[in-house]
Structure formats: C-alpha cells, structure tokens
C-alpha cells in the first residue's frame, strides 16, 4: 500500500513512485534529454515530464514514443512542445540543450557556442520556472554551470551542474570490477572539473570498511597499486571520448546518472553527490564552479563536504579550478 509523507510543502510518494504531483522540464530532446526522459519515467523519478526543443518534429515525436510505453512505467506523464511555456512552473529544470562534442574535441573547447545559447535560454526558462532547481548538463558543465548561474541571477544552491556524478559513477564500476565487489560498495569521489583534469579521490575512497588504499589484491592477483589506480584514472577520463568515437554520444549512464540527482531533490534525500557549484573557500578555492561531494536534497546543493586529500590532490582541484576560471574569463565570466 503506498503512503504518503509530505516533505517541503511537497506531498511524495513513497516506495520509489517520486513527488505525487512533481514536474521536471528537461531542456533539449537530443540523445541525452530524451534519455533522461525516459530514464525519469521508467525510474518514478517524476509524475510529469516535458521535453522543450526547438525542433517541434523532434520534440514531439521523442514525447509520444516515450508515451506509448507508460503502462509499463510508474504512473506518469510526458509531453514535448517548442514552446518554452511547456516550462511551466517546473520543480526542475534540467538543461541539456548545447553544442553537439565531436571526436576528439574536449569539453572546453565547447564552452563559446554553449555559452551564447545559455544567454538566450536561461532568461527565459527563469522567466516561466522561477522556483525551479536547475541542474546543467550541457557541456563544458562546468563552466557553463558557472556563466548559466550568473546569467540566471539565481541563488547558487538553486543552480548547480551534474559535475561529476557520471564521472564518480565510472570510477566506481572500474574499481568494483578490478577488485572483484559489488559496485554498491565501493565508496569513492572524482572531484574537480567533469573533463581531462578532474581528479579522484584516491585518499578517501572505501571499499566497505577497508580504505581503498589497503585493499590487497584484484580479481588477477595482483594488487591496487599506483600504476592500476592511474589506469583506472585514465580509462575513467578517456572513456566518454571512446564512446562519442563509437557512436556519436553518450546517453545511457548520464540518463540514469542525472535521473539520480533529480530524485535527491524532489525526494529532499540530502544524499551526498559530486555535483558542481560555486564554490567559496573550499580548500582555498572560491569563485569558481567545480565538483566536489556536496549535500543534494529539497533546497538544491547544501553543504560541500571536505574529504582527507592529500596535497597532490588539493593541488590538482586548484589546477582544476584555474583551468575553469581561465576559460570561462574568455566569455566574460
């Protein structure tokens, strides 16, 4: 039998069926929007889900075929329109609309053409879901994170990118295959810019109740050492390049990935994800929107939380952070 529990004004659901009347609005009905969509509905993450793009075909037919599957989904709704009032007093906005990455092209390099569809856009999507909680997706999120948040005039806990929640997701899968556990149980953070700096964090990371740094050997017998952790560190940067080579994008783990955050702020989890936000003297870093552990519930991104780092590590973020600050300086940020 479902109960109910009201959290923040917001009636829920329990048992995984998401906010009874909860609205998400995902920006943009390309590979990684309509995925989302879809990821939203088959997970209950949301009772109403809209697509708004400018390609009307587009848009709608990804909304109806979506649709047509909802007898087997939790009980929900989905629509797509080009006009942007289908908006409409959202509890999130999620903005996935940005230029395309091509092969071999890194997530800056994107950072112009997505910034100049930002100006556009956020006023307006603002303009319709004032109280919505935004969540970045577009590419280079992080400094587009930081550009989308100063254009919106929003308070920052409102407005914060999905960071590096993927990129965690990743490291965790190929830790878990290389010691032969669950994936469940590995407790480990990629921190920093959600590209080619970005750092994981080695120091703090478990597996169960073991510092991952004491774990002995992995699945062929030899042991978690410098050399595997930085093949690890590598396979988890390059990864997202091998799959565009592949096949033109990502979507699926992003999908299922964003759906995650979505579902700690409706359902108010306080759940600890390494999104991005602007950050204000963490580890002396301030100004800037980067990935670090943070407390995502109701009222968007909380507190950021403070692993133990070692030195390298806190001078990677800062390296990490300067990157991002540089480029986003270009654009007038």
């Known amino acids: 039998m479902t109960e109910l529990d009201e959290v923040g004004g917001r009636v829920e659901l329990l048992g995984g069926q998401g906010a009874e009347r909860s609205k998400v609005a995902i920006v943009g009905a390309g590979a ?3 995925t989302l969509a879809y990821a939203c509905l088959l997970r209950g993450a949301a009772r109403e889900v809209v697509l708004f793009d400018l390609n009307r075909a587009k848009v709608e037919a990804e909304a109806l075929d979506i649709a047509h599957g909802i ?3 939790p009980m929900g709704e989905v629509d797509g329109s080009d006009d942007i009032a289908i908006c409409s007093d959202a509890d999130v906005v999620v903005i996935t609309a940005g230029a ?7 997530r800056l390099d994107l950072a112009g053409a997505t910034i100049d569809i930002m100006r556009d856009l956020v006023p307006r999507l603002v303009e319709v879901a004032p109280r919505a909680t935004y969540i970045m997706v577009a590419n280079p999120v992080d400094v587009v994170t930081y550009a989308g948040l100063k254009i919106s005039g929003l308070p920052d ?8 929640v993927l990129d965690t997701s990743r490291l965790r899968y190929l830790v878990a295959r290389e010691c032969g556990v669950a994936v469940q149980n590995v407790h480990a953070y990629v921190a920093g810019e959600h590209g080619d700096s970005e750092i994981p964090l080695w120091s703090s990371a478990m597996i ?10 992995t699945v062929d017998g030899g042991m978690l050492n410098e050399e595997v952790r930085g093949r690890i560190s590598a396979d988890v940067v390059n990864s997202a390049y091998k799959i565009i080579a592949g096949k033109g994008a990502t979507n699926y783990a992003v999908g299922l990935a964003v759906t995650r955050i979505i579902e700690a702020v409706l359902r108010d989890e306080d759940r600890v ?14 100004d800037v929107c980067l990935s670090v ?8 991104v909380g507190r950021r939380l403070v692993p133990v780092v070692t030195e390298n590590e806190r001078s990677g973020l800062v390296r990490s952070a300067e990157s991002i600050r540089a480029v986003a300086s270009k654009f007038g940020f």
């Open 32 to 34: 990684v929007g309509s």
């Open 71 to 73: 007898q087997f989904t």
């Open 100 to 106: 395309k990455q091509k092969p071999g092209q890194s």
């Open 157 to 164: 806990n409102q407005f914060f990118g999905s960071g590096t």
């Open 208 to 217: 169960g109740a073991v510092p991952l740094l004491q774990w002995g050997q």
């Open 273 to 286: 994800l390494s999104v991005s936000s602007l950050l204000d003297d963490y580890l002396e870093i301030s």
């Open 293 to 300: 552990p943070s407390i995502v519930g109701s009222q968007g």
